[in-house]
Nanobody
């Protein structure tokens, strides 16, 4: 599965962005989708995940209540709505998919395919 992340950009603190993760094939519907981010000099960090059918979601404590993950299996696309952005949210954001059955998976090695990343910069 090939993944294409988009929607990043420069936004002021308190603003919003919506990231998209478009898949290349319908097998996407059989995967858990996760969003991760990586800031300069830091390790890749789990942000959010959503089950295959979209029935369950899971968030890191740092984004809970501000970010919302969703997916459209009909459009084979996942989304990350980011509200009330903070400068600490500045990072490259990656989407990924996992075949793992157990949910949630928060570690990068659990994910099989990755998108190329999209830059999010939040100014203070």
């Amino acid at each position: 599965v090939q993944l294409q992340a988009s929607g990043g950009g420069l936004v002021q603190a308190g603003g919003s962005l919506r990231l998209s993760c478009a898949a290349s094939e319908r097998s996407f519907i059989n995967y858990v989708v996760g969003w991760f981010r990586q800031a300069p000099g830091k390790e890749r960090e789990f942000v959010a995940a959503i089950r295959r059918g979209g029935t369950s979601t899971y968030y890191s404590d740092s984004v809970k209540g501000r970010f919302t993950i969703s997916r459209s299996n009909a459009e084979i696309t996942a989304y990350l709505q980011m509200n009330t952005l903070e400068p600490e949210d500045t990072a490259i954001y990656y989407c990924a998919v996992s075949r793992m059955v157990n949910f949630p998976q928060t570690q990068p090695p659990a994910y099989n395919y990755w998108g190329q990343g999209t830059q999010v910069t939040v100014s203070s």
